[in-house]
């Protein structure tokens, strides 16, 4: 069973669409911070460049989301392009030691 099978076979479909619902806001936030650099006042406290880390890593958790919600199917070549930090791994680590305790 691979880790986003695991994924899935442990959470339901309303959890999985609660986090994805959740990995969006904090893109919308991350989004949000990017916006701001670009304005004359207001200025995030964080580097441009950090905000843009930012953004990219709360992209990736959306799209681990989306995969998790099993409403696109991709190959596995894809699958690991977009998981360069191995958070689908992860996710299923962190469920495992909550289906431990």
């Known amino acids: 069973m691979t880790d986003l099978e695991y994924i899935r076979s442990m959470l339901t479909e309303a959890e999985r669409w609660g986090q994805l619902a959740e990995e969006a806001a904090e893109l919308a936030q991350a989004a949000l911070k990017m916006q701001r650099l670009c304005m004359p006042k207001n200025k995030p406290s964080k580097a441009p460049d950090a905000c ?24 596995d ?19 495992r030691g909550d289906e431990r305790a």
């Open 77 to 95: 070549e894809v699958v690991k392009a977009w998981d360069a930090k191995g958070k689908i791994h992860r996710w299923a680590e962190r469920l």
């Open 52 to 75: 843009t880390a930012n953004l990219a890593e709360e992209l990736i958790d959306v799209f681990v989301c989306v995969l998790a919600t099993g409403i696109v199917d991709v190959d």
